[in-house]
């Protein structure tokens, strides 16, 4: 029995691990995007010999308020994948815990029932 939950935990730390993995390369992709988004904007609005007119500014406000929406939406849609993918890692654990169970018994059922 012990061989069989041997392999059943190393199956499951490997995925979990897997699972891990994709998660810190997915938050480093939305904090890098975030900053990238930052960068830009700042780029934008502060490059050299721009007419200072009117329709500058105007062009430039629009941009401001374009770009902060933008900036906030990405943060806001990072904390909520975030917080979706810590449910399904929760999920994961608990599905993991029932299975392992369920194993375990099925494998002292089955070796009840082998005559012996």
């Given at each position: 029995?012990?061989?069989?939950?041997?392999?059943?935990?190393?199956?499951?730390?490997?995925?979990?691990?897997?699972?891990?993995?994709?998660?810190?390369?997915q938050?480093?992709?939305?904090?890098?995007?975030?900053?990238g988004i930052?960068?830009?904007?700042?780029?934008?609005?502060?490059?050299?010999?721009?007419?200072?007119?009117a329709?500058?500014?105007?062009?430039?406000?629009?941009?401001?308020?374009?770009?902060?929406?933008?900036?906030?939406?990405?943060?806001?849609?990072?904390?909520?994948?975030?917080?979706?993918?810590?449910?399904?890692?929760?999920?994961?654990?608990?599905?993991?815990?029932?299975?392992?169970?369920?194993?375990?018994?099925l494998?002292t059922?089955?070796?009840?029932?082998?005559?012996?």
């Amino acid at each position: 029995m012990e061989k069989q939950l041997e392999i059943f935990d190393a199956v499951v730390s490997s995925q979990k691990q897997i699972f891990n993995n994709l998660l810190s390369a997915q938050q480093d992709l939305r904090v890098q995007w975030i900053e990238g988004i930052s960068k830009t904007h700042a780029a934008i609005t502060s490059i050299p010999g721009l007419p200072e007119n009117a329709q500058t500014q105007a062009a430039l406000s629009q941009f401001n308020t374009w770009m902060s929406t933008v900036s906030n939406q990405s943060q806001t849609a990072t904390e909520e994948a975030f917080k979706a993918q810590e449910s399904c890692i929760s999920a994961y654990d608990k599905q993991v815990a029932a299975s392992r169970d369920i194993l375990k018994n099925l494998i002292t059922f089955s070796s009840a029932a082998q005559p012996a």
